[in-house]
């Protein structure tokens, strides 16, 4: 395959291969009651944009009378605040006494071996488990993507592909979906797969209404420096 630098394929045949990609995202389905509970796991070294980014998609999903139609709270190890690029962020749960979610997104962070354990018991339970950027690798650690497909950030293709034999690496779409675990690629892609999510259980319009309330404009990702 003919690549640009940084192991990124040419736009022509990343696109060709995204698009034979089968879509294995199965329907979801909302609670009875309430909105769809969103987990975001937090620990050190945390980038923002990978959680901020699709919690702001997720949470301008709305319903009627402007209803929010998920809810989101941020997990952490211990509920002590976390120092992020500066800022200190709060989780609202430590592992110990955080509620079952419906999603769990895990965005890029350290990958400690107690995060590690808690995606995989949590997703044992979830409707969707969503990774955003090398939060892929944590994911991956957890087991979750063996004998399926992936794909994370583009820097860190070759790393993945090396350090995960079990998973089928695919480059160049934003987002990889399979029935019950979904990845993006870097940073901002995490929109557009929290965007499908949203899709996935309420329906088009209702990801069209979040990305227009962001005035986010959903698009290809960017095969190299010059599409940008």
């Known amino acids: ?60 999903a709305m319903g009627p009378n402007m209803s929010s139609l998920f809810n989101l709270y941020a997990v952490a190890a211990r509920s002590a605040p976390l120092d992020v690029d500066g800022l200190k962020i709060q989780p609202q749960y430590s592992f110990e006494n955080a509620p079952q979610p419906h999603v769990l997104v895990v965005p890029q962070q350290e990958n400690l071996p107690e995060t590690i354990a808690w995606i995989k018991k949590v997703s044992a339970h979830t409707d969707v488990t969503m990774s955003v950027c090398t939060g892929a690798f944590l994911v991956a650690k957890a087991g979750l993507f063996d004998g399926l497909r992936a794909t994370t950030h583009h820097d860190a293709y070759d790393r993945f592909e090396q350090m995960f034999p079990k998973v089928t690496l695919v480059r160049g779409p934003k987002y990889v979906e399979n029935r019950d675990v979904s990845s993006s690629g870097g940073e901002s892609s995490g929109i557009d797969l929290a965007l499908r999510v949203v899709e996935r259980y309420y329906g088009t319009e209702a990801a069209k209404n979040a990305a227009y309330n962001m005035e986010y404009r959903r698009t290809a990702r960017p095969q ?3 599409e940008v």
């Open 1 to 60: 395959m003919a690549t640009l630098a940084g192991g990124l394929a040419t736009s022509s045949t990343v696109l060709a291969a995204a698009a034979s990609l089968p879509n294995l995202g199965k329907r979801l389905h909302p609670p009875a009651r309430g909105p769809v509970q969103v987990a975001f796991v937090m620990g050190p070294d945390l980038v923002t944009i990978d959680m901020f980014g699709p919690w702001a998609a997720f949470g301008n």
């Open 224 to 226: 190299s420096i010059n």
